[in-house]
């Protein structure tokens, strides 16, 4: 039986929330925006929980998390880095024994268990998958002064959202290419997981259905 590990992301600081607390911490509703993401995933059918969570936090992840809410799968708790990717890599190097990971924002509260089993069904025959929306609104492509460029057909267009989902070897992989260039001091910007296997492998990254209402609490309006 193959085994699926999530890696719910929580060491961002948030500096676009206005607020003292990391965005991951503040309650909403009965309880943190941590807590329904890592519920969840302990809710579904993954084998295995890691939490990357901010340098020194990790016996408030324990305690006001894991302990809290007897959040059972959790198989280990991690440092994140410098910058997501660090987070992301170092999240990896505690799955071993996964066969495939879910990467998720601990900041994605409303993430559902239909969206983690469609990851977790479609993956065993894409290898790499991505949550996503259609775009609604019409996007345009602009140059560094605010002129646009082009405008690209709507129908063409998505929204990426969490999980990202990968064979573990292949996200590995790429992750660990993408570290090694980054301490040659290539210049390097990946804005999410998939760019990351786009860029260090040649597998295709299949679109699957998310859901609209799978935010990220970004800005305080989010939060309402």
Do not use: W
Not at 64 to 72: H, P, Q, T
Request: proline share 3%.
């Amino acid at each position: 039986m193959s085994k699926f590990y999530a890696i719910v992301l929580s060491a961002g600081v948030g500096s676009r929330m206005n607020s003292n607390i990391p965005k991951q911490y503040l309650m909403l509703k009965d309880k943190p925006v941590l807590a329904h993401s890592l519920l969840a995933f302990e809710n579904s059918d993954v084998d295995g929980i890691v939490i990357v969570c901010g340098s020194g936090d990790e016996d408030y992840i324990k305690n006001e998390f894991v302990e809290k809410y007897a959040l059972r799968k959790v198989k280990a708790i991690v440092k994140g880095g410098a910058e997501r990717y660090n987070s992301v890599y170092n999240g990896l190097l505690a799955c071993e024994d996964a066969d495939y990971v879910l990467i998720h924002d601990g900041a994605r509260p409303y993430v559902t268990e239909e969206i983690i089993k469609r990851n977790t069904d479609e993956v065993v025959k894409y290898k790499a998958v991505v949550t996503s929306v259609k775009a609604t609104d019409t996007v345009k492509i602009a140059d560094d002064d605010g002129f646009v460029i082009s405008t690209p057909e709507r129908k063409s267009v998505y929204f990426m959202q969490t999980p990202q989902t990968f064979e573990y070897k292949l996200a590995l992989d790429s992750y660990s290419a993408l570290i090694k260039d980054l301490e040659k001091e290539v210049k390097v910007q990946v804005t999410d997981d998939a760019q990351v296997v786009e860029m260090y492998s040649d597998t295709k990254v299949k679109l699957i259905e998310g859901d609209y209402s799978n935010i990220k609490i970004t800005v305080p309006k989010d939060l309402q």
